[in-house]
């Protein structure tokens, strides 16, 4: 079987190793991916509702605590055993003080609004491990696809050469080479199964099982910076540290409590029973010192929340810069590792007509070869990592698939 000729080799290795990017592992997506990895979540955020549905009830009730009920008895039987006797039974109601009620709800739902951002922001942060995950595998699978076509290629070789040896055009040594060169193929291959087997593992683990999707995200469009997930996150926690210490500034001492008391008594055996009622509020005293530790910690708590958020949002500012300066980056590396791929292949044609003519050795066209591999492989692997800037521009910004 004659060697095929370069240029329709050339063009068809391009093609394949195109066919192997473009063409789909499974029809999933990577927000399939992403839903099917946070519905082991779902549980949780069912319980955080249920959790702040009770605080918030709790928040709203008529009554800050329950009501109590105290009984007692009193009797002479001790010493005289006149017969005096005297029961009493009386419900103590706790009271809301001015605006606790209020103050109490705001944490409630300032509590509920940082859970439900905090479920957010770890979407997002799982969305960012499946992106880098899922990348992995599709890089893997560019080294897969083009240790295969280099084996083929090379498997071709050593076949047009030993038919050539075994004419009398080339020596034996030249078989040798090209032995050598499938010999050193195969190890690739090997090499790049393994990643792709471990990258593979490591995304099943990520998104429980999850099928690998392989279509390219879209470059996400302006989204404000208060927008992002985390920064809301950060946010609603600075508002329940506010709400927090404006309920212990406004809290300064133990709720009121109005009581009522029924009394049933008598004196002697010869009267009857009498029959009393009473009516009583406690109002406990507050102290500065008293509630000064919480409005501290409070304050405390206020403060670290804001530095956070500061801070995140710093961070967040400098990823997204350096996010899209990788995105033009590598758009521009593609590009000229394109036009270097063009130049291989041209050069390739000139060297294997060289050798057909006799006009070069084998090694020549074994190096010219390589090059032409390595060329396709860096063409195909800048072309992913184009497509991979773009997910992780998304993830900088806080756009989720």
């Known amino acids: 079987m004659p060697y095929p000729h370069p240029f329709y080799r050339g063009a068809l290795g391009v093609a394949a190793l195109w066919l192997g990017l473009s063409a789909p592992l499974s029809a999933a997506t990577l927000k399939d991916a992403l839903d099917h990895a946070w519905a082991a979540y779902l549980p949780a955020q069912s319980a955080r509702t249920a ?41 103590g109601v706790p ?20 859970s439900m951002q905090g479920l957010a922001q770890q979407r997002w942060q799982l969305a960012g491990e499946l992106r880098e995950a899922w990348w992995e595998v599709r890089l893997a699978q560019v080294e897969l696809d083009a240790t295969d ?41 090997l090499r790049a199964q393994a990643a792709l087997t471990r990258a593979q593992g490591q995304f099943a683990a990520l998104s429980r099982g999850a099928r690998v999707p392989d279509q390219d995200e879209i470059l996400a469009g302006e989204i404000a910076p208060e927008q992002h997930p985390q920064l809301q996150e950060l946010a609603a926690k ?37 029959n009393l009622a009473k009516i009583a509020i406690k109002i406990p005293f507050g102290s500065s010192a008293r509630n000064q530790p919480r409005i501290t910690a409070a304050n405390a ?28 980056q590598s758009r521009g590396t593609a590009a000229l590792q394109q036009e270097r791929l063009q130049l291989a292949e041209q050069s390739f044609v000139w060297v294997d007509k060289a050798f057909q003519a006799g006009q070069l050795e084998l090694p020549a066209l074994i190096r010219a070869e390589t090059e032409l591999a ?28």
């Not at 003080?97 to 509590?111: F, K, P, S, Y």
């Not at 530095?307 to 033009?328: F, H, I, Y």
């Not at 992913?384 to 910004?397: F, G, I, P, T």
């Open 301 to 328: 708590e206020l403060i670290e929340a804001q530095l956070a958020r500061d801070s995140a949002q710093r961070k967040l500012a400098a990823s997204v810069a350096a996010s899209r300066a990788e995105l033009e």
């Open 374 to 401: 390595d060329a396709r492989l860096q063409a195909a692997r800048t072309r992913s990592e184009a497509a991979r800037a773009v997910s992780r521009y998304n993830q900088a910004v806080g756009a989720l698939p």
């Open 51 to 91: 959790q702040f549905d009770a605080q918030d009830a709790a928040a709203r009730a008529w009554l800050p605590e329950p009501p109590t009920l105290t009984l007692s008895g009193r009797s002479d039987q001790l010493d005289g055993n006149a017969g005096r006797r005297e029961w009493e039974a009386e419900v």
């Open 149 to 189: 076509l280099k084996l083929k290629e090379a498997s071709r070789l050593e076949a047009d050469v030993a038919r050539r040896v075994k004419a009398g055009d080339l020596a034996p040594l030249d078989q040798n080479l090209a032995r050598s060169t499938v010999s050193q193929a195969k190890s690739e291959r």
């Open 95 to 114: 009271l809301w003080l001015w605006g606790q009620r209020d103050r109490a709800g705001a944490v409630a739902q300032g509590e509920r609004d940082a």
């Open 238 to 274: 600075a508002s329940v540290a506010q709400a927090k210490l404006q309920q212990a500034a406004g809290d300064t001492r133990n709720n009121p409590e109005l009581a009522f008391t029924v009394t049933r008594e008598r004196d002697s055996r010869e009267e009857a029973y009498q």
